[in-house]
């Protein structure tokens, strides 16, 4: 929960009129997704096996920090910056490869994460937290090294995450061979027998062209 000082509009004869305390709640990070992001296999098993979902974007936000010190945020701040960066992936997978990531700010400014540090912001630890009229960075969120592990994407894989172009491309910008093979065993077991094996993967453009050219040749 987002906690600030705003302040008021102006009264009807102009000149402020005070502060007020306003408070927001923003959308952190999913149980499966801080599974990922700290590397807890157990965890991530159990909920893959309760049912979370692999598939779709996932995404946090981060909030705005008031870089005045005690000063109050105006109402346009309030409004239009209270959420300051929005972190996504294209997939669990994608954020399990450590590739692909976007960080989008207030005023639509967009980049690629993690940064050339390997660095990814993410929220503070708790179940609740409050941050209460935040003046730095440090309080607002945490810096945390992306360590991607084979193993969480191998887990992934298993209970139906798709591999697309963004996956592919992220695996082989790995110095670790291990997580391209683990996304091209996947590709291979399709290729040889795409209707009993995992039927959510999908398949490069490239890829669907040469099954059909091969499929062509057997006719």
């Not at 294209?90 to 690629?112: F, I, K, Q, Y």
């Not at 390997?118 to 992306?146: D, F, M």
Request: contains cysteine; glycine residues 8%.
């Amino acid at each position: 929960m987002l906690r600030a000082k705003v302040e008021k509009p102006p009264g009807l004869f102009g000149g402020g009129s005070g502060f007020e305390w306003k408070e927001d709640t923003i959308d952190c990070e999913s149980a499966l997704l801080l599974a990922i992001l700290h590397a807890r296999l157990e965890v991530l098993r159990v909920l893959l096996e309760k049912g979370a979902r692999v598939d779709g974007e996932v995404q946090w936000r981060s909030s705005h920090v008031n870089l005045y010190d005690s000063r109050s945020w105006t109402a346009d701040q309030w409004r239009q910056q209270r959420c300051q960066f929005t972190y996504s992936f294209p997939s669990a997978l994608a954020r399990a490869v450590g590739r692909g990531g976007t960080a989008t700010e207030c005023d639509g400014t967009t980049w690629h994460v993690p940064d050339r540090d390997g660095k990814l912001h993410v929220s503070l630890r708790g179940g609740v937290v409050t941050l209460n009229h935040l003046t730095r960075w440090q309080r607002c969120s945490a810096g945390l090294l992306v360590r991607p592990h084979v193993e969480i994407v191998r887990l992934l894989l298993a209970y139906g995450a798709r591999v697309t172009d963004v996956e592919l491309e992220g695996s082989r910008k790995s110095p670790d061979q291990e997580f391209l093979d683990a996304l091209l065993s996947i590709n291979a077991a399709l290729f040889l027998d795409p209707v009993h094996s995992n039927s959510n993967w999908l398949p490069p453009p490239s890829q669907t062209r040469f099954r059909s050219l091969m499929s062509l040749q057997l006719l």
